[in-house]
C-alpha cells in the first residue's frame, strides 16, 4: 500500500550526566572514565510526526533505565523516511545509537536525516547557530527557560514534577525545531522523493507530487547536460530535472 503522507519525524532527547569519584574540583583536572560509578543515559525522548498536532514522549523507568523507551522509540525511527534533529547527527542520535549498542537494541545501519544544525552552518548566518537562537530570531518563539538544577532535581532526587517540567521542555523544543524546518525548508536539498512515494508519477515534484510545475530557468553543465530547474505551484519547492529523469533535484 502506498503512503499518503510524508513521514518526516521530528525529535529530541534529553540525558543525565556521569556521576563518579573526583577529589576536588578545578580548573584543568583530568577526570577518567575509571571515575564513573553510574554511566549517563537517556532520560526523555519526544518525538512528533510532521504536520500532526501530538507531540509523543517517551522517559527512563522508576529505576533510571533507559531500555524499554529505546525499543519503543527504534520502532518508530524505523517508520520513519526522514528524521530531523538539531545537531541530531552528532549529539541524539549518536547517544540513542550507543545506548541501544548498551542494551543490546537492534537499530538499522543508517537512517535518512536533516539536521538543521548542519543547514543552519553551512547555508546561513545567524548569530550563532543555536535552535533558540535561530527560533528567535525568525520570530516564530524560543525554548522554554530551565536551569541546571532540573537536571539535579529528575537525577538525583527523581523528583515526578520535575522528570514532568523537563518532558514539556523536551516536547516544546520538538515544535519549536518543526518552526524552524519550516522556515528553512524552500533552501533545502530533498532527500526523498515523495511523489513517488504517494504514487505519483517521478516527473512530478519531490515534496508533494504535483504536476503543475513551472520552469524556472534552464542551464547546461560543463559536461553538456542539459538540467531544468522547476518550482511547485503548489508548494513552492523548487527542484531541478536532467534530460534523463530526476537526477539532481534540490530547492534552492
Known sequence: MLKTKRRRLFFDIETSYCIGWFWRPGYKLNISSGN???????ICICYKWEDEKETHFLHWDSKQCDKKILQKFIKVAN????????????????????????????????????DTLKISRSKFKFPDNKLNTIAKYLGIGQKIKTE???????????????????????????ILLEKVF??????????THYGVTFGH??????????????????????????KIQYQCKECNTHHTKTDNGIKNSKNI
Not at 564513573?36 to 537517556?42: L, V
Not at 545537531?87 to 537499530?107: S, V
Not at 537525577?155 to 514534577?161: A, E, G, T
Not at 519550516?182 to 532527500?191: A, I, N
Open 36 to 42: 564513573i560509578i553510574k554511566q549517563a543515559g537517556i
Open 79 to 114: 517508520e520513519s523516511d526522514e528524521m530531523i534533529g538539531h545537531n541530531g547527527d552528532r549529539f541524539d542520535l549518536a547517544w540513542i545509537r550507543t545506548r541501544c549498542l548498551y542494551h543490546g537494541i537492534e537499530m538499522f545501519p543508517n537512517y535518512k536525516t536533516i
Open 148 to 174: 541546571h538544577g532540573l537536571w539535579d532535581k529528575v537525577i538525583m532526587d527523581k523528583c515526578p514534577k520535575s522528570l514532568d517540567s523537563m518532558i514539556k521542555y523536551c516536547k516544546w523544543d520538538v
Open 182 to 191: 519550516k522556515v528553512m525548508r524552500l533552501h533545502l536539498e530533498p532527500k
Open 201 to 226: 508519477d517521478r516527473k512530478g515534484c519531490p515534496e508533494c507530487g504535483s504536476e503543475d510545475l513551472r520552469t524556472v530557468r534552464r542551464k547546461t553543465t560543463a559536461t553538456g547536460l542539459k
